[in-house]
């Protein structure tokens, strides 16, 4: 297998901010120094109420929109979706993107410094989608936010976005879940597990505690390998089979690789390049404990709990969270109107690559939800007005505008 020139992954993100407080986890373990990397698009209301919030998947992160640059290799993956004019509207609507808990672009991951200032590896605590919803809400106090206009997300981000209103139905205005389920089903846990594996079968895993070593010797073989699982899921046969068929990678002879190999080789490389693996294991596996209904009395009543006009839309053609799976998500919410349907080639990539289908049923559910009429501050954003502070916030400090609160 070919493989990249590893570095460690620089922390990216823009802004960021240090959570006022130790975050529990639901195993029982405590990270006591939490920070969440965030990138944010438009202007704040004086109220606070045009806060949208996006949520991205697995090997995304904050960088939804704009173009490429320092600690961001490749333009925003949603680059489409927001901007002025757009269904996320910058000249209406506040944006924000934080990277998931336990990821390793600006958020607070196995790759992190941990006690005693070496890296958590395998001491970092195993996470579940609600712990990740936890320090978001936690982040959300600190900036003030007490309710979003809309919580968006596709794929592991709209595994967020339903625990977001399932668990604070009264601080989410309005959903929007695309290619996404309520609980992991058995394929999916198969899927992710092996891909898991794959890591963890690397020698340069060394247990989890590879931070400390050559960037070289870590686990890329094993990231690239789970890559290349994950990345057959992303996508569809007939499109593997139009764009690839049988045919060599040119160049490479009759005893080369074939071309869909090379595809694969190439996505292996990218993401090794970019992203830890101690992160992706700890992310998948949270993927893999996600379910709504747990505790709850099962997922039907889980759901029946979210109060906000909800738009959930599939990708036709994904095999990774196929339609079924939303259906029963647009059944079971209560405000959620019928299943939309995204046609597409392209699988379960679908859902970042079909803005055209896409942007539309965003800009319906934000003016389903009644909130079309708000309208950001046209003062600085420094001088927008903000409620009472939450419980513990830095000293006068309004960390969701200031991009040097914590240094980066």
């Known amino acids: 297998m070919s493989h990249a020139t590893h570095t460690t992954p620089a922390p990216a993100g823009p802004r960021s901010l240090i959570l006022p407080a130790p975050l529990w986890t639901e195993s029982g373990e405590v990270l006591p120094e939490v920070r969440i990397g965030y990138e944010t698009w438009g202007r704040l209301a004086p109220d606070r109420s045009n806060a949208v919030l996006v949520l991205h998947a697995l090997t995304g992160d904050s960088h939804v929109a704009g173009p490429a640059g320092p600690g961001f290799p490749t333009p925003g993956w949603w680059d489409g979706l927001i901007g002025p004019g757009r269904a996320l509207d910058t000249d209406r609507w506040f944006v924000v993107a934080p990277n998931a808990l336990g990821g390793c672009r600006g958020s607070t991951g196995p790759a992190s410094p941990g006690p005693g200032g070496r890296a958590w590896g395998s001491r970092f605590p195993r996470l579940s989608v609600r712990d990740q919803v936890a320090a978001e809400v936690a982040a959300a106090d600190v900036w003030g936010i007490e309710r979003w206009a809309a919580v968006v997300g596709g794929s592991m981000g709209g595994m967020r976005a339903v625990e977001w209103a399932v668990t604070h139905p009264e601080r989410v ?88 190999e090379s595809y694969l080789d190439h996505h292996a490389a990218k993401l090794t390049a970019r992203f830890d693996a101690g992160s992706y294991v700890v992310l998948t596996e949270a993927m893999n404990s996600h379910d709504v209904g747990r505790g709850r009395g099962g997922v039907a009543a889980a759901l029946a709990r979210i109060t906000a006009p909800t738009v959930v839309a599939a990708v036709d053609s994904d095999r990774l969270y196929p339609p079924s799976q939303q259906r029963t998500l647009a059944d079971a919410i209560p405000n959620a109107g ?39 501050s046209t003062e600085p954003p420094e001088r927008a007005a903000r409620p009472a502070p939450p419980r513990n916030p830095p000293p006068n400090r309004n960390t969701l505008l200031d991009p040097t609160v914590t240094g980066r």
Not at 341 to 367: C, K, N
Request: hydrophobic fraction near 40%; aromatic fraction near 8%; charged fraction near 20%.
């Open 338 to 376: 019928p299943l939309r349907v995204v046609r597409s080639a392209y699988g379960h990539d679908g859902f970042l690559l079909e803005l055209d289908q896409v942007a539309p049923l965003v800009t319906e559910l934000l003016e389903r939800a009644g909130s079309a009429d708000r309208v950001g």
């Open 173 to 260: 205005g309005a959903l929007f879940l695309i290619a996404t389920t309520a609980a992991a089903g058995a394929e999916q846990i198969a899927w992710c597990s092996t891909q898991v594996h794959a890591i963890r079968g690397d020698p340069g895993w060394a247990g989890g505690d590879y931070h400390d070593r050559p960037a070289s010797a870590g686990p890329w073989r094993g990231l690239g390998l789970a890559r290349r699982i994950a990345h057959i899921t992303y996508r569809s046969e007939p499109e593997l089979a139009t764009r690839f068929g049988r045919e060599r990678q040119p160049g490479e002879g009759p005893n080369g690789r074939y071309a869909v």
